[in-house]
């Protein structure tokens, strides 16, 4: 069985480098989007519009909206 399934592998592997459309399908699409999804997914989280709606008004929600305000 191991030896069906590197054989497979290896006309698989020699198809790929017959045709190079798919040879550069593999390398440089996936670098592509390593480099573009690396600059675009960021944790930094800045000017996010925010509504509450205080129904409380006591000195707990006074300093939680102060919190958000800094």
Known sequence: MNS???S???KEFIQIL????TLV???VIPI???FLLGYSATSDIR???LAVFDQCRCAESR???DAYRA
Do not use: E, F, G, S
């Open 4 to 6: 069906r399934l590197l």
């Open 8 to 10: 497979i592998i290896r």
């Open 18 to 21: 017959r045709d190079k459309r």
């Open 25 to 27: 399908i593999i390398l």
């Open 32 to 34: 592509m989007q390593l």
């Open 47 to 49: 000017n996010v519009p």
């Open 63 to 65: 300093a939680l909206l």
